[in-house]
């Protein structure tokens, strides 16, 4: 997710969209990014700290970028 | 043949269809608004390509529901013909207005060159100055053209003979399911195509094999 303050204008757009729509009470829009990275890794903490790893490497800008990981096993 | 051009934040294809139009009909035509609510009382609608809002969410979401939209689907049930050409097909399909949807090139790029594209319904207001099966030449300019829907609906198309244009000769260049370049509604007056054929109406552009299309709604509407 863009951190806030930083202008989305992707979100921005679909706000407007909304309005057009008929949806009064929606208050701002941000729109973010969902990954699902697939681990062979059994050790959650191993997981997690690799994750994080990947987001700070590629996944996210963290300039502009938040992110929060979730670790569900299979 | 009176035609109206709709004009959205990011289009940029819409001068050239504008000035199509006007060579081809021999009328001007409006471009309106996407801001407006009402279109005028016109023969033929045109979706523009180009850009509109960015691509923001999904090409052509936004722009399907600006509020011009909302008088386009009453002029499509009211039987008045609508043409989305590249983004304004993928608004087309975003609107409802046409099934199915146009995902990403299937090798990830952006092509801009030009395909073969064959007519496989030379029996509709879009097509009827095209001979059945003519394989013609013209551009695209895409990085999503990929068309995707699900296999009853694909099935349907095919069985109602919805399928206008299929890209021809190994040029599909984004992985379109059937080859699928452009498809019409069932009450045969909303069309949507990937390819440009307002950019292919003159020799010096290098060729005018789109002239057709618009020369078949002249013929229909007139």
């Known amino acids: 997710m863009l951190k806030n303050g930083v202008l989305d204008p992707q979100g921005k757009a679909i706000e407007g969209a909304l309005g057009t729509l008929g ?8 729109q973010g990014k969902f990954f699902e990275v697939e681990l062979d890794e059994k050790d959650a903490a191993i997981a997690r700290a690799t994750i994080d790893d990947i987001s700070k490497k590629l996944l996210a800008n963290t300039v502009i970028e938040n992110y929060t ?6 | 043949m009176k035609s109206a051009v709709i004009v959205f934040p990011g289009s940029n294809r819409e001068r050239d269809m504008l ?8 009328q001007k035509p409006l471009a309106v608004w996407h801001a407006e609510t009402e279109l005028p009382k016109v023969d033929l609608v045109v979706l523009p390509g180009g850009f509109s809002y960015g691509d923001y969410l999904r090409t052509g979401a936004i722009a399907a529901r600006a509020p011009i939209m909302a008088d386009v689907k009453r002029k499509a049930e009211a039987g008045v013909h609508i043409m989305g050409v590249c983004n304004g097909f993928q608004m087309l399909c975003e609107a409802g207005l046409l099934p199915g949807i ?4 299937n090798n990830l790029k952006f092509v801009c060159r030009h395909v073969k594209l064959e007519t496989v319904n030379a029996k509709t207001a879009f097509t009827n100055q095209f001979k059945q099966g ?17 296999a009853d609906t694909l099935a349907r198309l095919e069985g109602d003979n919805r399928v206008v244009f299929r890209y021809a000769e190994g040029t599909n260049p984004n992985g379109s399911l059937n080859d699928i370049a452009g498809i019409i509604n069932s009450q045969g007056n909303v069309m949507g195509l990937m390819p440009h054929p307002e950019n292919e109406i003159e020799d010096l552009n290098g060729g005018t094999e789109g002239r057709a299309l618009f020369e078949s709604l002249l013929e229909a509407v007139a």
């Open chain 2, 134 to 150: 003519e394989v013609w030449r013209c551009p695209v300019a895409h990085g999503d053209g990929n068309y995707f829907t699900d």
């Open chain 1, 69 to 74: 990981i979730e670790i569900d096993e299979k």
């Open chain 1, 23 to 30: 949806f009064p009470n929606v208050a701002s829009v941000r």
């Open chain 2, 102 to 105: 146009l995902m990403r090139n």
């Open chain 2, 19 to 26: 000035s199509a139009l006007e060579k081809i009909t021999g």
